[in-house]
């Protein structure tokens, strides 16, 4: 894939460096997205490496910078849970938090250090405490009393001597979506006020887990910086010997031009300020960002079906709520342009090719003359979107393709006709 010579930058939605070059062709990663699309067929998720690597070195230049003490970033991995992806942010200096024993399975694959991983979960099995015990990982988010307990059982079985935080619903809403908000009191997440402190007395006698600190995560696609605050200060007074904060993600982020965000400084001025003035200056600080890390840096293409005209005009692709599910879940707005044709006028719904009226990726879309075989550029798709990737209608799913300084290289295949029978008995 050969870098064209570029002439127009685009919006802070597009992953950095992306601009049109002087035919008007999207370039992302240096590599030409017509090209790309030629080549790799579509839909497919692309993803500037760049990117990935500037927004990484951000929070940890950001956190170093602001921060005496020790800090240290976790990716969240479910925000783009792909080996290649991971093993480039371990390569940035991030550590890797996970969700489940498939996304530990990940994190191990893409080269983690057992202890820079992290795992989380309301709902942890068994054989998935027993997984990353197996693995000796550095933290276990304990999320309840039940956890606690199937944990310390776990461990003592083991004869090992886990270090854990306990998560804290602090009772604080972001201004985010209902379905991506945690840090209300009535959550399916985390500890009451009460019951950290019962836990916290209980863990002072156990052998096998060591707290060494709490954690906190009001929710993502945040924007107002408030909150963040506002629930730090709710751990005032809890666990005051404790050495570690984890403050949680939850960065919000830009998809469309009209979104303004925080920038990664004042996110990390407000988090660590406020640990400073309600926790104390000595707490190491743990931050789990995930969509702020890959939500730009990722673009998805698309190509034009079938263009109708009724009472609106409908210009349908060939994929939709499969490879992104985030416009039907939490109404997400997108916005979206025809490769080659960028900026257009004229309004149409931009919808998927599955058998729902919901599946429209974005309803305001403007585009340029939209016809049958235009590739169409999806920007702000790297978060959750590669992650909550189905196969709807028995639509194999998308690859994933990075881009750096104009060469492209498949991180996950297109899934094939022959794996949708994969499992089938
Ligand atoms: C515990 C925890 N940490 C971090 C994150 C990452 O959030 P975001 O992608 O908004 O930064 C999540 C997202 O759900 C989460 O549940």
Not at 243 to 256: E, H, K, N, R, S
Not at 363 to 389: C, E, F, K, Q, S
């Given at each position: 894939m050969s870098a064209a010579t570029t002439s127009r930058q685009l919006s802070h939605v597009w992953p950095t460096h992306s601009a049109l070059d002087e035919r008007g062709v999207l370039q992302v990663g240096g590599c030409d997205a017509l090209e790309l699309?030629?080549?790799?067929?579509?839909?497919?998720?692309?993803?500037?490496?760049?990117d990935l690597r500037e927004r990484a070195r951000a929070f940890r230049d950001a956190f170093a910078v602001r921060h005496a003490g020790r800090s240290e970033t976790f990716f969240a991995s479910k925000a783009f849970p792909c080996t290649a992806v991971l093993r480039i942010l371990g390569e940035e200096g991030l550590g890797c938090d996970v969700a489940s024993s498939g996304e530990l399975h990940l994190a191990l694959r893409a080269g983690f250090a057992p202890e820079r991983?992290?795992?989380?979960?309301?709902?942890?099995?068994?054989?998935?405490?027993?997984?990353?015990?197996?693995?000796?990982?550095?933290?276990?988010?304990?999320?309840?009393?039940?956890?606690?307990?199937?944990?310390?059982?776990?461990?003592?079985?083991?004869?090992?001597?886990?270090?854990?935080?306990?998560?804290?619903?602090?009772?604080?809403?972001?201004?985010?979506?209902?379905?991506?908000?945690?840090?209300q009191s009535d959550s399916k997440f985390g500890l009451s006020l009460g019951d950290t402190r019962r836990a916290i007395d209980r863990l002072a006698g156990s052998a096998a887990l060591q707290l060494d600190g709490l954690?906190?995560?009001?929710?993502?696609?945040?924007?107002?910086?408030?909150?963040?605050?506002?629930?730090?200060?709710?751990?005032?007074?809890?666990?005051?010997?404790?050495?570690?904060?984890?403050?949680?993600?939850?960065?919000?982020?830009?998809?469309?031009?009209?979104?303004?965000?925080?920038?990664?400084?004042?996110?990390?001025?407000?988090?660590?300020?406020?640990?400073?003035?309600?926790?104390?200056?000595?707490?190491?600080?743990?931050?789990?960002?995930?969509?702020?890390?890959?939500?730009?840096?990722?673009?998805?293409?698309?190509?034009v079906q079938t263009v109708k005209r009724n009472v609106s005009t409908w210009v349908a692709v060939d994929g939709g709520m499969a490879d992104n599910l985030r416009p039907m879940l939490y109404g997400a707005p997108y916005e979206a342009e025809v490769v080659g044709r960028h900026g257009g006028e004229a309004a149409c719904r931009l919808a998927g090719?599955?058998?729902?009226?919901?599946?429209?990726?974005?309803?305001?879309?403007?585009?340029?003359?939209?016809?049958?075989?235009?590739?169409?550029?999806?920007?702000?798709?790297?978060?959750?979107?590669?992650?909550?990737?189905?196969?709807?209608?028995?639509?194999?799913?998308?690859?994933?393709?990075?881009?750096?300084?104009?060469?492209?290289?498949v991180a996950v295949r297109r899934e094939t006709l022959d794996d949708l029978l994969a499992r089938e008995a």
């Open positions: 699309a030629r080549e790799f067929g579509t839909p497919a998720y692309v993803v500037a490496e760049g991983i992290l795992l989380h979960g309301n709902a942890k099995s068994a054989a998935e405490l027993a997984m990353a015990l197996d693995a000796g990982i550095g933290l276990i988010v304990l999320d309840g009393l039940d956890d606690l307990e199937r944990t310390e059982a776990l461990a003592r079985e083991r004869g090992v001597r886990q270090r854990v935080l306990l998560r804290v619903t602090p009772g604080v809403r972001g201004d985010t979506h209902d379905k991506i908000s945690t840090g954690h906190l995560h009001i929710g993502s696609q945040i924007l107002d910086l408030e909150p963040f605050r506002a629930a730090i200060a709710m751990l005032h007074g809890l666990g005051d010997d404790l050495p570690v904060i984890d403050v949680g993600g939850g960065l919000g982020v830009a998809y469309t031009a009209a979104h303004q965000v925080p920038s990664v400084e004042d996110y990390v001025d407000a988090k660590v300020g406020a640990v400073e003035e309600h926790l104390g200056a000595g707490k190491v600080i743990l931050d789990e960002p995930g969509r702020a890390l890959t939500a730009n840096a990722g673009v998805t293409l698309y190509t090719k599955h058998c729902e009226s919901g599946d429209v990726l974005v309803h305001d879309a403007h585009l340029a003359d939209p016809r049958p075989g235009d590739v169409v550029a999806m920007p702000a798709t790297g978060a959750y979107g590669h992650a909550m990737a189905n196969t709807y209608n028995g639509v194999p799913r998308p690859p994933v393709i990075l881009c750096r300084d104009g060469d492209a290289r």
